[in-house]
T-cell receptor, first 114, second 111 residues
Framework: NAGVTQTPKFQVLKTGQSMTLQCAQD?????MYWYRQDPGMGLRLIYY???????DKGEVPNGYNVSRLNKREFSLRLESAAPSQTSVYFC?????????????FGPGTRLLVL | EDQVTQSPEALRLQEGESSSLNCSYT??????LFWYRQDPGKGPEFLFT???AGEEKEKERLKATLTKKESFLHITAPKPEDSATYLC????????????FGTGTSLTVIP
């Protein structure tokens, strides 16, 4: 039982390049989330998916798109990377069985945009 | 505006020296408050969920408490392996899928 996995672990991009961050969970959770973590800012929600087939914007969605491919997988796409998107990206999932959701996080993807 | 503030930003303790971390929150209806531990270069690891004022939860040397305005993470007789950043987050009732995280407290326990 791997929990939440993310690929790649580390990526360097040039400004304007595109890439997709992959996330998968094997806990049969319904909800999935993408966060970014920057020094002094705390974790900020980019997008979330409450269930398969639905996605919604979080606090900082500009410059990103997401796809909930199936119940297990939730990807985050940067269409045209900018230096401001240099960050650590975390994927999380939660069961969405109760009103209070406990989130479980992946190991993160460290992205550097030059 | 919903927000979470953690204090102190950093804390250095001698091994065995007990202390508390604070998480103050303002949220329009609290659905849940969460504590996470984050080690350098890793993702946050879930510790506790607190649902209502007066609730307490314990795990080894850690004890989390909740009031209507803040939560405390008490660390009793810490060991060097407790060194990490501790994050607090709240889930608001009005925006059920939105979670607000504090910036964390970086704890260092010196042998």
């Amino acid at each position: 039982n791997a929990g939440v996995t993310q690929t790649p672990k580390f990526q360097v991009l040039k400004t304007g390049q595109s890439m997709t961050l992959q996330c998968a969970q094997d806990m049969n959770h319904n909800s999935m989330y993408w966060y970014r973590q920057d020094p002094g800012m705390g974790l900020r929600l980019i997008y979330y998916s409450a269930s398969e087939g639905t996605t919604d914007k979080g606090e900082v969605p500009n410059g990103y798109n997401v796809s909930r491919l199936n119940k297990r997988e939730f990807s985050l796409r940067l269409e045209s990377a900018a230096p401001s998107q240099t960050s650590v990206y975390f994927c999380a999932s939660s069961p969405r069985e109760l009103a209070v959701e406990t989130q479980y996080f992946g190991p993160g993807t460290r992205l550097l945009v030059l | 505006e919903d927000q979470v503030t953690q204090s102190p930003e950093a804390l250095r303790l001698q091994e065995g020296e007990s202390s508390s971390l604070n998480c103050s929150y303002t949220v329009s209806g609290l659905r849940g408050l969460f504590w996470y531990r984050q080690d350098p270069g890793k993702g946050p690891e879930f510790l506790f969920t607190l649902y209502s004022a007066g609730e307490e939860k314990e795990k080894e040397r850690l004890k989390a408490t909740l009031t209507k305005k803040e939560s405390f993470l008490h660390i009793t007789a810490p060991k060097p392996e407790d060194s990490a950043t501790y994050l607090c987050a709240v889930q608001a009732a009005k925006t059920g899928n939105q979670f607000y995280f504090g910036t964390g407290t970086s704890l260092t326990v010196i042998p």
